[in-house]
C-alpha cells in the first residue's frame, strides 16, 4: 500500500510567527494562501502545512497521487482502496472516502496515541 507523499500539518496559533520561525529553520513556502489561515512550506528534504483556526492537533498527511512537488503521478493507490486495506486489516477510520465516487477523497484515522493521520488525495 503506498499512501502517497507525507507531510505534517502543524496547528498554530500566530500563522505569522510560525511562518518567520520554520524560515529561520530553512523551510520556504511553496503554497498556501496566509489570508485563509494556511500555507505549505519545504526544505530540501520535509514538507510541512501551517494552519491557524482549521484544526485543534497536529495531523500526519499523505497525499496519494502526489509526488513532493504536487505534482500527479501517472500510477498511484486511490484513497478508497487504501481505505479497503486499511478496513480489512481491522483499523477503523474516523472518517471515510465515499466508495462511490472517483477523484478527490479522504479519510482521517486515529494511531493507538491518539495521533490523527489524514490521507488526503486531491486527483
Not at 496547528?11 to 518567520?20: H, M, W
Not at 496566509?34 to 492537533?57: K, P, R, V, Y
Amino acid at each position: 500500500m503506498e499512501l502517497g507523499n507525507f507531510s505534517i500539518s502543524l496547528a498554530v496559533k500566530d500563522l505569522a510567527i510560525s511562518r518567520a520561525f520554520y524560515e529561520k529553520l530553512g523551510f520556504a513556502q511553496i503554497g498556501g494562501e496566509a489570508e485563509q489561515g494556511w500555507i505549505i512550506l519545504q526544505n530540501t528534504t520535509s514538507t510541512i502545512g501551517l494552519f491557524q483556526g482549521m484544526f485543534d492537533q497536529n495531523i500526519m498527511t499523505f497525499n496519494p497521487g502526489w509526488t513532493r512537488s504536487c505534482e500527479t503521478l501517472e500510477s498511484f493507490d486511490d484513497v478508497r482502496e487504501i481505505q479497503r486495506t486499511l478496513e480489512a486489516s481491522g483499523i477503523e477510520l474516523m472518517t471515510r472516502a465515499d466508495e462511490a465516487t472517483t477523484g478527490p477523497g479522504s479519510v482521517v484515522l486515529v494511531d493507538p496515541d491518539g495521533n490523527q493521520i489524514l490521507i488526503d488525495q486531491h486527483v
